[in-house]
Nanobody
Framework: QVHLVESGGGLVQPGGSLNLSCVVSGLNLGVFSIGWLRQAPNEERVGVSCIQMDDGSTYYSDSAKDRFTISRDNAKSTVYLQMNNLKPEDTAVYYC??????????????????????WGQGIQVTVSA
C-alpha cells in the first residue's frame, strides 16, 4: 500500500520559514518523481517544485525560485521543501505527489493533475502577520 505523508506546515509570519517533509512508503522511489503542488483558496492546484528521485534533478515554479529548495533523502524515503522568505501569497494547502518518472522534471511539475499517480492528504501553510 502506498502512502505519502506530509508534515511541517503551519502558521508563519511573512518573511519566515517552514520545512515541509513528505515521507513515502510502498514505492520504489528510484523510478519516481516527487512533486510539491499547492492549492490556494478559490484557485487551481499548481506545481511548486519537483524532484527526480534517481538523479536529483529539480524544477521550481517562478514563484518558488530563489526562495524554496527541494531535496531528497532516498535512505529515508523522504522529500523536503525548505521554504524561506514566505509571503502571504504562499498561503495554500500543499500536496506531495508521486508519478512514474517517464518525462522531464519540468514536465512533471506542469502536467495535469490527473496524471499524478499518488497523493498525500495535503497540509496547510498559512503566512500571515
Amino acid at each position: 500500500q502506498v502512502h505519502l505523508v506530509e508534515s511541517g506546515g503551519g502558521l508563519v509570519q511573512p518573511g519566515g520559514s517552514l520545512n515541509l517533509s513528505c515521507v513515502v512508503s510502498g514505492l520504489n522511489l528510484g523510478v519516481f518523481s516527487i512533486g510539491w503542488l499547492r492549492q490556494a483558496p478559490n484557485e487551481e492546484r499548481v506545481g511548486v517544485s519537483c524532484i527526480q528521485m534517481d538523479d536529483g534533478s529539480t524544477y521550481y515554479s517562478d514563484s518558488a525560485k530563489d526562495r524554496f529548495t527541494i531535496s531528497r533523502d532516498n535512505a529515508k524515503s523522504t522529500v523536503y521543501l525548505q521554504m524561506n522568505n514566505l509571503k502571504p501569497e504562499d498561503t495554500a494547502v500543499y500536496y506531495c505527489t508521486a508519478v512514474t518518472a517517464w518525462t522531464t522534471i519540468d514536465s512533471v511539475c506542469t502536467m495535469p493533475q490527473y496524471e499524478y499517480e499518488y497523493w498525500g492528504q495535503g497540509i496547510q501553510v498559512t503566512v500571515s502577520a
